[in-house]
């Protein structure tokens, strides 16, 4: 049996880490992982560790997925080979090499002909074991010869500059023809240029291939020069020995998505027919709407459609009137709002982008608290162990239950004031149409999504609402799904509490609660956070933890020399200030207030010769910082500038690179007080909270309707039918709701026309990058694929320059 865990990583890159699952063969993770990717990559890999009694972790295999593969296996649940992991197979990077053929005149006349190899740079090196010390051997491959010179080594960077030549003379036939660079077919097939690329350790066991290129001389063409980039490759047959079958597969779901955003006002024709969706009557005809009719799930168009409207401010008129149309289509108030509607799906998604830190600070105290005590709370008897006693357990899971309740019920006051204006809209709905028929319905239309889709799952997942940083062990988890269930039905308010519950075990435990008290208390609470505008967050005076977690600083100012500078400390960020500790759980050894957050950057990877550094700018001076890995960076660095974006004080300039030695690296100024070099980054990313790049939301709707074109074209025909023949309806348009044909035709003409003017903009923009596509360059290094392809593209340059 082995102990396994599961990473991701770009390249080799590890960017996060699934919980160790104990003693199988087979383990489940269950776990998602979400991320912007901040960097350009060539592979999303997984690899599978085990770790043995002495904590020592050894890996069985990996799954590597090339960039341009993603989109093939794009939300599809699937089985991937594992494939064995070795030294000489786990390559990342490029190498910049320049080759030039001349000839040399020797004292007796005799004419030879030399290579010269420059080896100019490299970018993206593997770091080994914490470090990354390269050196370039260059070796000329022919029939008979086999020379090989090396590089100086470049110390403690990934990104080394060597810029060395190296001669080597390259033998020719007698018959060779007088055109000077006319490289003969049997003398191209013979040699070859090998470079790699290696670590130079200090270990016993030797340097580290970090990978090589071979560049056969062909490319030299008639002109005798080459001058390109190259993407690393493993060494052939690496890890051939071991047979794959041995190794196991895993099981991923991969979402990929790229998009290619045009300027602004590209977007403006399908932006304006979106954000006018709330006005149009009916709202079954609006440009929003129709993209629910359209998509497959309508979680697809959720997603895109509730970050654009929360950007431009209009969520709340969008879902209003959205879900004013579904209540009145509902007959029966006991089903309000339980299917999976765009309406639904809507304010599920808002929930989790405007309500993400109201419910950690409600819920992730005790929740932690669960997942550390391990008490047992198993209440069903054909599942109680021996050693554990049923009445024990009740009162486990009753104290358990009963505090949640509590927090939940007053915690109204911190309810997002977006999502008190959503549930009063719903509310008021749903009380007009059912007012005669059941008085609670009011509560039911709220209850329906705070409890049933926001605090339930959460307590149940809690991991994939960032409550927890992985899936929890089978016993919590049971505990958790037994506390889940007891708060959905207390927040359901039904009249018969006891039949909402298959399980016998589960009645007589709710009979705890089948007291006035908690239905008094529920309904207050849903009183409170659907009082429209009458609560605002930002007046809240709780701290609110926003993240935390281990990262490298470097001292404040004592001694401003020396890699002993670098400490490892626990970071923790609330919406009041930032702190770092010794470890977690002890007093901050240095606290900065929110409002001393001058400006949070990138730092340069040369002023300390450390990847993923930012920069926390005071006052006074700069706390410099080193994330675990990109993606981890670029979420500090994206939070906090959140939190702090309202600063007064905020820089408009900053210093790229640190202050050593008397002076800023960036700009050489002397003074620690100089005025920054560079203008701040500013803007937030896409991917924080409510600060939503609106233009890249738009092109995902586009991509949406652009999938799903051949829908728009047949709802069109729907709203033709529809007008013109008042018979039943044909089943194959049966799944659109249309309630004006009129209306619905004019806006999917609409639509059609701004989808194909973009769809156009996007042609022109791929026809004219792939014309400007220089294989070779920096942007577009050589690999596997791309040499035949280079060689085709020098001969068509070729032939046009002639």
Aim: net charge neutral.
């Amino acid at each position: 049996m082995r102990d396994c865990y599961c990473t991701v990583n770009l390249d080799q890159e590890e960017v996060f880490r699934t919980k160790i699952v104990e003693k199988s063969l087979c383990p489940f993770y269950g776990e998602d992982f979400y991320c912007e990717i901040p960097r350009s990559f060539r592979h999303l890999s997984f690899y599978i560790f085990d770790r043995d009694v002495f904590r020592r972790d050894s890996s069985i295999g990996k799954v590597a997925v090339k960039k341009e593969d993603l989109q093939k296996y794009h939300g599809k649940d699937t089985w991937f080979q594992l494939q064995p992991v070795s030294a000489d197979s786990e390559v990342q990077g490029k190498v910049h090499l320049e080759l030039r053929l001349s000839e040399v005149i020797t004292d007796s006349g005799v004419i030879n002909h030399k290579l010269a190899t420059r080896v100019l740079e490299c970018q993206g090196l593997p770091i080994v074991n914490g470090q990354c010390d390269p050196y370039a051997a260059v070796s000329l491959l022919g029939p008979s010869r086999s020379e090989a010179k090396k590089t100086k080594v470049k110390r403690k960077t990934n990104n080394p500059q060597f810029d060395e030549v190296f001669y080597f003379e390259v033998t020719r036939p007698l018959s060779c023809t007088k055109r000077q660079f006319d490289v003969e077919e049997e003398d191209v097939d013979k040699l070859a240029l090998r470079v790699d690329l290696w670590n130079a350790s200090n270990l016993k066991f030797g340097d580290e291939f970090l990978g090589g290129v071979r560049v056969p001389l062909r490319v030299l063409g008639q002109f005798g020069v080459h001058d390109a980039w190259y993407y690393l490759q493993p060494r052939e047959n690496a890890g051939k020995s071991v047979k794959v079958e041995e190794l196991g597969s895993l099981r991923l779901n991969i979402v990929y998505t790229e998009d290619h955003v045009f300027p602004s006002e590209h977007y403006t024709p399908l932006r304006d027919l979106l954000l006018d969706s709330a006005n149009v009557q009916p709202v079954s005809a609006s440009t929003a709407n129709i993209l629910g009719e359209v998509c497959r799930e309508k979680q697809e168009a959720a997603i895109p459609l509730v970050r654009l409207f929360l950007h431009y401010g209009k969520i709340v008129p969008f879902i209003s009137a959205i879900a004013h149309a579904e209540v009145n289509r509902t007959q029966d108030p006991n089903t309000i709002f339980r299917g999976n509607s765009l309406t639904s799906k809507c304010i599920d998604e808002t929930m989790k982008l405007a309500g993400m830190h109201y419910l950690q600070v409600t819920l992730k105290p005790i929740i932690d608290e669960i997942c550390t005590e391990h008490k047992p709370c198993e209440i069903d008897p054909v599942k109680l162990k021996e050693s554990e006693n049923l009445d024990t357990n009740r009162e486990n899971l009753r104290h358990y239950v009963d505090r949640i309740f509590n927090v939940i019920t007053t915690s109204g006051v911190r309810c997002p004031t977006v999502m008190c204006d959503i549930f009063f809209s719903l509310r008021e709905s749903a009380a007009t149409r059912f007012q005669d028929e059941d008085q609670d319905v009011r509560y039911t239309a709220v209850s329906s999504f705070i409890f049933l889709r926001f605090f339930a799952p959460a307590i149940l997942s809690p991991n994939l609402f960032q409550l927890r940083p992985h899936h929890p062990d089978a016993a919590t988890s049971r505990t958790l799904t037994l506390i889940s269930k007891t708060i959905q039905t207390l927040g359901s308010l039904a009249t018969s509490k006891s039949a909402n519950f298959k399980e016998t075990y589960m009645a007589g435990f709710y009979d705890y609660f089948n007291e006035q008290k908690y239905a008094d208390a529920v309904k207050n609470f849903l009183d409170l956070i659907s009082t429209s505008g009458k609560w605002d967050q930002k007046s809240i005076e709780t701290p609110i933890m926003l993240k935390e977690g281990f990262m490298i600083k470097r001292a404040q100012g004592r001694n401003r020399f020396g890699m002993k500078n670098f400490k490892k400390r626990w970071f923790r960020l609330t919406n009041h200030e930032f702190t770092y500790h010794k470890t977690k759980g002890e007093g901050a050894l240095c606290s900065i207030p929110i409002e001393n957050i001058l400006a949070v950057e990138r730092l340069e990877e040369e002023s300390f010769k450390m990847k993923n550094m930012f920069q926390v700018i005071q006052p006074e001076r700069a706390l410099y910082i080193q994330a675990n890995n990109c993606v981890e960076a670029r979420d500090w660095i994206d939070i906090l500038t959140k939190v702090s974006q309202c600063n007064r004080k905020r820089l408009s300039t900053y210093h790229p690179s640190a202050y050593l030695n008397g002076h800023w690296l960036c700009c050489k100024l002397s003074a620690d007080t100089a005025p920054g070099c560079t203008p701040c980054t500013g803007g937030l990313p896409a991917n924080i909270q409510l600060d939503v790049d609106g233009d890249r939301e738009t092109e995902r709707i586009y991509s949406l309707y652009s999938t799903y074109m051949t829908k728009l074209i047949k709802m069109e025909e729907a709203c033709g039918s529809k007008s013109v023949y008042d018979g039943p309806e044909q089943e194959e348009y049966s799944s659109f709701v249309i309630d004006d044909p009129q209306e619905t035709y004019k806006t999917l003409k609409q639509i059609v026309s701004a989808v194909q003017t973009l769809e156009q903009q996007h042609t022109k923009y791929k026809r004219d990058k792939f014309k400007k596509t220089k294989i070779g360059s920096q942007e577009h290094p050589i690999g596997d694929k791309s040499f035949q392809c280079y060689i085709r593209q020098q001969s068509e340059s070729s032939t046009y320059s002639i």
